[in-house]
């Protein structure tokens, strides 16, 4: 029989697992007598968590939202997956590092001695930006406003700061001061924090960087959701990063032969198609965004090569060959075309 506060732990945390809970059901699962669950419902409500008592044939209990915090509860796992989320949280680039880590430090001094031990061994080492790069920081006050109105499914307008200073054209602005969405989507990739929208003065899908928008109040009507291209999210957003129509491949697909071993070359692709001919002979399938990038990742293995197709992958190669030739000669540019 578990003591009182294990049991209590344990009743909290089923409330905390779903909405609605029949009294007769959680006696079941705590192994206890209905007047027992009352009991300690009683309990929770004196600690401060606001549990209703829900009415009808079976009875039951709701963990509702309460006016304050009341003092938390974690199991073993819980809170060891709390403090793990808060390490991760400080690596985000979400404009939370500072606040994840007060909170770590204050679920940590509170937790018993095993449970500090084990997330100390979870060590989270965040890479420094590149100073030459812009600061992928984004005021958790923005991420707050955009998701309340994915949530909400309300237009909103902000504006959007260019990600290098440049004169204002019409194809840019469109000859207006601020963007106007339908907000769909807040997603993270490669640190940095982006919306995916309707623009409603464009009519069409946009992805923008969080870091670069500044609301404007108050929020638009609310809409009615659309579907991205593809019905997932994940590869529209990898698809426009890659210069696709959203489908999440590649628009530049080729096949080589390379005269080295599969495994060697395994090592230096990401998501690539290798297949092993012989003890030094490998075929490969991969991407880029554009046929000279295509011809580019592929001599970066520094080794003979066959392309097996298609044929503007060959072309690519010949333009390169011809660039690198003259290069190697020492021949100036000609001069461009106006």
Request: hydrophobic share 40%.
């Amino acid at each position: 029989m578990p003591t009182a506060s294990a049991r209590l732990l344990s009743l909290l945390s089923l409330l905390q697992a779903r909405r609605d809970w029949p009294g007769a059901l959680l006696a079941e699962r705590l192994e206890v007598s209905p007047r027992t669950v009352r009991r300690d419902i009683d309990r929770l409500r004196e600690l401060g968590y606001p549990v209703a008592a829900t009415k009808g044939p079976d009875g039951g209990y709701r963990l509702d939202a309460g006016a304050e915090l009341p003092p938390l509860l974690f199991d073993d796992e819980q809170a060891v997956a709390l403090a793990v989320a808060l390490r991760i949280a400080i690596t985000t680039g979400a404009g939370i590092d500072e606040a994840a880590a007060r909170a770590l430090n204050t679920v940590r001094q509170v937790m018993p001695a095993r449970l500090r031990s084990r997330i100390d061994t979870v060590q989270v080492t965040a890479v420094e930006w590149p100073e030459n790069q812009p600061n992928p920081q984004v005021d958790s006050g923005v991420l707050v406003a955009l998701s309340a109105a994915v949530h909400a499914r309300e237009v909103v307008r902000f504006d959007y700061a260019p990600a290098f200073p440049r004169p204002a054209s019409a194809e840019d602005t469109a000859g207006l001061p601020w963007r106007r969405v339908q907000p769909h989507h807040l997603i993270t990739w490669r640190r940095r924090w982006y919306l995916v929208a309707w623009d409603l003065d464009r009519e069409d899908w946009r992805i923008f960087r969080a870091d670069r928008v500044t609301p404007r109040t108050p929020t638009g009507p609310r809409f009615t959701p659309r579907e991205v291209p593809g019905g997932d999210v994940a590869a529209f957003v990898a698809g426009r990063f890659r210069g696709s129509d959203g489908t999440g491949d590649w628009p530049c697909r080729g096949e080589v032969i390379l005269d080295l071993p599969a495994a060697l070359v395994s090592r230096y692709t990401d998501g690539e198609v290798v297949e092993e001919l012989g003890p030094n002979r490998c075929r490969l399938v991969l991407g880029s965004w554009s046929w000279s990038g295509l011809a580019t990742a592929v001599g970066r293995f520094h080794t003979d090569v066959e392309v097996v197709g298609p044929a503007e992958l060959k072309d690519a190669f010949a333009r390169m060959a011809r660039r690198y030739a003259r290069a190697a000669s020492g021949e100036p540019l000609p001069p461009r075309q106006e």
